[in-house]
T-cell receptor, first 108, second 120 residues
Framework: SQQGEEDPQALSIQEGENATMNCSYK?????LQWYRQNSGRGLVHLIL?????REKHSGRLRVTLDTSKKSSSLLITASRAADTASYFC????????FGKGTMLLVSP | GAVVSQHPSWVICKSGTSVKIECRSL??????MFWYRQFPKQSLMLMAT?????????EQGVEKDKFLINHASLTLSTLTVTSAHPEDSSFYIC????????????????FGEGSRLTVL
């Protein structure tokens, strides 16, 4: 399968805590993207990190990429209840291949 | 940001009927649109790539006669689920590529809100 693997599959934390989600992949990449999906909704693009980048920030989001380990992580700092959603990593250039996703639950 | 509109957002139909789902890029032209299928609590699986003015490219295992895709204009692609059966019940999501904006040189990708199909 070309799909990446995210872990954990589900994560439950309290507001204010940090949430870390990981994504592993098998083939070489040009870039890796992270998306968010609220229940029953479409996807929202969060951040893209290129293969020559090691870390990228966007607001409370921090993404790292380790091409030697074929893995990436998404860190959400100071989480809020509104961050409750599923998070997917996606690889590809012309078309995207999505990982299995992590369901994040942030409790007030 | 750019908006991709899907319609209907949910539909219930009887087994054996056909259902059409529309995907529109509202403020940009999309030479390429993608159709995904998502089962509950699972990832998105690419079904097909739709190119304006040409036949769609289907992923392995996706029946082209079952899932008819038409991309007749630069702002509209449609997915028709023909002779729908309960196993076709799923969440269908489209995405559209804006060729004029940039993730690399392949254009930024925008997703619709999805269409939930329930076949009774």
């Amino acid at each position: 399968s070309q799909q990446g693997e995210e872990d954990p599959q589900a994560l439950s934390i309290q507001e204010g805590e940090n949430a870390t989600m990981n994504c592993s992949y098998k083939t070489s990449i040009n870039n890796l993207q992270w998306y968010r999906q609220n229940s029953g909704r479409g996807l929202v693009h969060l951040i893209l990190i290129r293969s020559n980048e090691r870390e990228k920030h966007s607001g409370r989001l921090r993404v790292t990429l380790d091409t030697s380990k074929k893995s990436s992580s998404l860190l959400i700092t100071a989480s809020r209840a509104a961050d409750t959603a599923s998070y997917f990593c996606a690889r590809g250039y012309s078309t995207l291949t999505f990982g299995k996703g992590t369901m994040l639950l942030v409790s007030p | 940001g750019a908006v991709v509109s899907q319609h209907p957002s949910w539909v219930i139909c009887k087994s054996g009927t056909s259902v059409k789902i529309e995907c529109r890029s509202l403020d940009f032209q999309a030479t390429t649109m993608f159709w995904y299928r998502q089962f509950p609590k699972q990832s998105l699986m690419l079904m097909a790539t739709s190119n304006e003015g040409s036949k769609a490219t289907y992923e392995q295992g996706v029946e082209k006669d079952k899932f008819l895709i038409n991309h007749a204009s630069l702002t509209l692609s449609t997915l028709t689920v023909t002779s729908a059966h309960p196993e076709d019940s799923s969440f269908y999501i489209c995405s559209a590529r804006d060729a004029t904006s940039g993730i690399g040189d392949t254009g930024e990708l925008f997703f619709g809100e999805g269409s939930r199909l329930t076949v009774l």
